[in-house]
């Protein structure tokens, strides 16, 4: 197939070139050209820009595009006139942050309300999805993930917990042992839209692991065993870490208190659909030590293990110390 990525050089859309050579596609990226591109030498380039100059476009004939650089819908409205009306299959990948409430401890699938509004990530999320269902009826696939992990990610967030568990010592874990949690390895990710584009598949799917099948104690477990490292896992409950101000998902990732009556289900999305569109996933060990061995080949101030805004050491054991959790 001849494919355009729309992205393609820094997280997943790296690892969604890398899918689709490996399965013999013929490929474009349109990117803003800042990132490296190394890893990909012979692919063919155009430059441009999703919030401006889409010029490079023009006149191009592809099977189907894969945007996984698509935020807001003005740029859903500029890919589309820049591609035109011809395209046979769009894959853009959204968010579970799409939907709009996620009660408490009540899971949801694709049938659920997305946010309404057009300020915010998931609400601009929604606008994007519509924008580009609108432009191609019945020819998009919306790929909903929720937190992407694996080797090469930016953000920091997931691989914080194996790099706690490879430092050792007393580890401060948050909520409860058995709250079910769920994310989406980038390498299961990406060659799942591939296979999206390679089969013409169209509608909306939630691309994440079933709630039932991770815990976070079951994650934790995994870094533990991996990191191969003497540590002990110490455990603070939702109502604590809120009276001390720790914030979800960032500070402690994973980790949203079970009782917010807006995400408290976040981690509750059903995976049905894209499971039997074909989305398999490898094992919560296998991502962790990947990126684990990953992320251990970068210096300590390498921008990707430093942009989520983690606890700190001092904080952690301040913590520890308080709740008399180690002596």
């Known amino acids: 197939m001849n494919l355009l990525i729309l ?34 030498a012979d ?17 191009r004939r592809f099977d189907c595009a894969i945007d996984c650089s698509g935020y807001k819908p003005e740029q859903m409205t500029r890919a589309a006139k820049a591609l035109g009306s011809d395209l046979a299959h769009y894959v853009y990948v959204s968010s579970v942050s799409a939907y709009g409430v996620r009660a408490a401890r009540q899971q949801y699938d694709e049938s659920t309300a997305l ?19 609108a432009a191609y009826p019945n020819r998009v696939a919306i790929v909903r993930p929720g937190l992407i992990v694996g080797p090469h990610d930016p953000t920091g967030r997931f691989v914080y917990w194996p790099l706690r568990y490879a430092k050792g ?8 042992r058995d709250k079910p949690i769920q994310w989406i390895d980038v390498r299961d990710l990406a060659e799942w839209i591939v296979h999206c584009a390679e089969s013409h598949i169209v509608g909306a799917f939630n691309a994440v692991t079933q709630a039932e099948a991770h815990s976070m104690g079951g994650l934790l477990e995994a870094c533990a065993r991996v ?75 390498h921008p990707a293990l430093g942009t989520a805004k983690t606890l700190s050491p001092a904080r952690e054991r301040e ?3 308080k709740y008399k959790l180690i002596h």
């Open 7 to 40: 992205g393609g050089t820094v997280f997943l859309g790296r690892h969604i070139v890398d899918a689709a050579l490996r399965r013999g596609h013929r490929l474009t990226l349109f990117n803003r050209g800042r990132h490296t591109t190394e890893p990909f």
């Open 43 to 59: 692919v063919e380039r155009l430059q441009g820009d999703r919030n401006g100059d889409m010029s490079a476009l023009h006149g």
């Open 115 to 133: 946010a309404t509004g057009d300020v915010g990530y998931g609400e601009e999320k929604a606008r994007s999805e519509e924008t580009i269902a």
């Open 169 to 176: 010592g007393a580890v401060l874990a948050p909520g409860r």
């Open 227 to 301: 990191a191969n490292v003497e540590s002990s896992t110490h455990w603070l409950g939702d109502v604590t870490l809120a009276d001390e101000k720790i914030s979800p998902w960032s500070e402690l990732p994973l980790w949203i208190p079970e009782e917010d009556p807006d995400a408290g289900g976040l981690l509750l999305a059903r995976a049905d659909r894209a499971i039997a569109a074909g989305l398999k996933f490898r094992s919560a060990e296998a991502s962790v030590r990947d990126t684990l061995s990953w992320a251990q080949t970068l210096a300590n101030d």
């Open 319 to 321: 913590l520890l110390e």
